[in-house]
C-alpha cells in the first residue's frame, strides 16, 4: 500500500513568489492535515480537512495561505507572497478516524525562501 | 494553552537502554504517543498508550506513564544505531483529532 505522497520534495524561491504544495493521502483516508514543521520543533497543525471540509484552519495564515481539498482526496497548500519565515518543513498526514488517531505523515516539503 | 516538553539530545552507548523523558500540560489527554523522525523523512509512529494505562511494552519499547505528574517516558532496549533519529512525544483529547507535539529528542548512539 503507498503511503503519503507529497511534492516536490524540496523547493527554493525568492521571497515574495507564490509556492504551492501537493499531498495525495492514503487511499480512503478521509482525514488530511496540514503541518509546518520549523528547524528543531515539533510539527504544527496549519489545517485539517474530513472529507472536503476544512474543519480546523484557525492556526492557518489566512492572509498568505490557503489550502483546497476540492475532491476530498489529495490537497494543495499554497502561501502567496512568501516570507523568509516561512522557510520550513511542510508535513502532510493522513487517518482513517481510529480512535487512537493514528496519523501517517508523508516525507514532506522542505521549502527555502531567499 | 496544551504543551508537551522534552529535553533536546539523548547520548546513549550502542547496547544501552535509552529513556527519553516528555512532560505534558493538558490533564485532558486520552492518547500519548511516540513518533520517530529519521533525516529527511516524516514522523513514523512507534508507540501510543491510553491514558488509563501505566504502562504499554512493545518488543524493545516500554512506556510508562505517570498520570498524576503528567509524565511519559520511553524506554528503548539494546539500543541499536539505527534507533538514532529524533523522538517526538505527543498528545491528544479525545474531544480533538488534533495531536499537540513536543520539539523532539535526538537520540545519537555512540560505539
Known amino acids: 500500500e503507498a503511503g503519503v505522497v507529497q511534492s516536490p520534495r524540496y523547493k527554493i524561491i525568492e521571497k515574495k513568489q507564490p509556492v504551492a504544495f501537493w499531498c495525495n493521502p492514503i487511499?480512503?483516508?478521509?482525514?488530511l492535515y496540514w503541518y509546518r514543521q520549523n528547524l528543531g520543533q515539533g510539527p504544527e497543525l496549519l489545517i485539517r480537512?474530513?472529507?472536503?471540509?476544512?474543519?480546523?484552519d484557525s492556526q492557518l495564515p489566512k492572509d498568505r495561505f490557503s489550502a483546497e481539498r476540492l475532491k476530498g482526496v489529495d490537497s494543495t497548500l499554497k502561501i502567496q507572497p512568501a516570507e523568509l519565515g516561512d522557510s520550513a518543513v511542510y508535513l502532510c498526514?493522513?487517518?482513517?478516524?481510529?480512535?487512537?488517531?493514528?496519523?501517517?505523515f508523508g516525507p514532506g516539503t522542505r521549502l527555502t525562501v531567499l | 494553552g496544551e504543551d508537551v516538553e522534552q529535553s533536546l539530545f539523548l547520548s546513549v552507548r550502542e547496547g544501552d537502554s535509552s529513556v527519553i523523558n516528555c512532560t505534558y500540560t493538558?490533564?485532558?489527554?486520552?492518547?500519548l504517543y511516540w513518533y520517530k523522525q529519521e533525516p529527511g523523512a516524516g514522523l513514523q509512529l512507534l508507540t501510543y498508550?491510553?491514558?488509563?494505562?501505566d504502562m504499554k511494552q512493545d518488543q524493545r519499547l516500554t512506556v510508562l506513564l505517570n498520570k498524576k505528574d503528567k509524565h511519559l517516558s520511553l524506554r528503548i532496549a539494546d539500543t541499536q544505531t539505527g534507533d538514532s533519529a529524533i523522538y517526538f512525544c505527543?498528545?491528544?483529547?479525545?474531544?480533538?483529532?488534533?495531536?499537540?507535539f513536543g520539539s523532539g529528542t535526538r537520540l545519537s548512539i555512540r560505539p
Open positions: 498526514a493522513s487517518n482513517a478516524g481510529q480512535g487512537y488517531n493514528e496519523q501517517f
Open positions: 487511499s480512503g483516508h478521509n482525514t
Open positions: 480537512y474530513e472529507n472536503e471540509e476544512a474543519v480546523d
Open positions: 493538558d490533564s485532558s489527554s486520552t492518547y
Open positions: 498508550i491510553f491514558s488509563n494505562m
Open positions: 505527543a498528545e491528544s483529547s479525545s474531544s480533538a483529532s488534533k495531536i499537540i
